[in-house]
């Protein structure tokens, strides 16, 4: 099973109780289909694409992973960030690639990318980084 959803929906699926058992047995299945139902609510939180209206961070320090539709009906993935609105600078304001911003020449704002229609209309949080820093 490679796709996160389907052990979502897994997870999301309760173990039925049988009246017939000891109130002790029940109880153990009742904790564990809350703790199932937690843990699917956990993944769907990190795998669901979300609206990108409902982004609630700006700046290079707050990327996300965006997915922008392109003119030929296929998705573009990567890493963005959103430039907030600053009063005067229109040109510079929205979502740019990660890597990228107003202050090279040769970027541009995702919208205004030719290969695009318009900017990203969903995305995820980034994962966090790995606990173990490598030796670091």
């Excluded at 998705?75 to 609105?85: D, H, P, Y």
């Excluded at 929205?94 to 030719?114: L, N, Q």
Aim: charged content about 25%.
């Amino acid at each position: 099973m490679t796709d996160p959803m389907e052990l979502v929906e897994r997870l999301e699926k309760d173990v039925p109780i049988n009246l017939d058992w000891p109130a002790a047995a029940r109880l153990e299945i009742i904790k564990a289909n809350v703790e199932r139902s937690e843990a699917a609510a956990r993944i769907r939180e990190l795998v669901e694409w979300r609206p990108i209206e409902t982004f609630d961070g700006c700046g290079q320090a707050r990327p996300a992973i965006v997915a922008v539709p392109t003119k030929e009906g296929a998705w573009i993935v990567g890493e963005a960030w959103l430039r907030a609105e600053e009063e005067g600078a229109t040109y510079d304001n929205g979502w740019w690639w990660a890597g990228t911003g107003p202050d090279d020449y040769h970027d541009s704002p995702i919208y205004e990318m030719s290969h695009h229609r318009g900017g990203p209309t969903h995305w995820l949080p980034l994962p966090s980084p790995p606990a173990d820093r490598g030796g670091v």
